[in-house]
């Protein structure tokens, strides 16, 4: 299933990763969209979610994180968030998006990493935190435990699409002082 997810889901997350690797993590403006283009789209995916779910719990604690960040930067907090989700949106659909997303953090690390503003490289609680790891093994035994593959998948696709638009649309938001339109 995570095979046909990935070829489902291929060109969403192109998409995002193209406009993030336009990124530069070791200078602080980009870093700062960065961090912002997480904490962004964290916030819109929570109300979307089951409060209760352990998908719910990783974002709850990567946002935690992500703050913990933008104060070390002395970046203000956000206003509310001006990206939503209209419709409820599958625990699994997000988990296949964000926790996958650990794969590519040691790249963005290592990017960051080469940043000479002690402000950036004093920021790395996200980039050095393991949840994401953890979640995607989770994903993982949750999505062999789906009783019906064909009609899972397409819901996973679609909601794992969903994401990775929102993720782009923060990205979009947060270089505009983070004001977009609902998703």
């Known amino acids: ?104 953090k040691r790249i963005l690390r290592r990017r960051w990493s080469l940043s000479r503003d002690p402000q950036v490289r004093a920021a790395g609680a996200y980039l050095s935190c393991d949840e994401l790891k953890a979640g995607w093994l989770r994903f993982l035994h949750d999505i062999e435990a789906l009783t019906d593959p064909a009609n899972d998948l397409k819901l996973l696709a679609a909601d794992a699409d969903r994401t990775f638009g929102l993720f782009y649309d923060s990205l979009v938001a947060a270089k505009n002082g983070g004001r977009a339109n609902a998703a």
């Open 1 to 104: 299933m995570r095979t046909k997810l990935k070829q489902h889901t291929a060109a969403a997350h192109q998409r995002v990763d193209q406009a993030v690797s336009t990124l530069s993590l070791a200078h602080r403006a980009s870093y700062i969209t960065f961090l912002r283009t997480h904490q962004l789209a964290y916030r819109a995916l929570l109300p979307a979610l089951p409060a209760d779910n352990w998908v719910s719990s990783i974002l709850r604690r990567v946002l935690t994180t992500l703050n913990q960040d933008l104060d070390v930067m002395d970046v203000p907090g956000l206003p509310r968030p001006m990206i939503g989700l209209r419709d409820p949106i599958h625990p699994l659909g997000v988990a296949y998006v964000v926790c996958g997303s650990h794969f590519g």
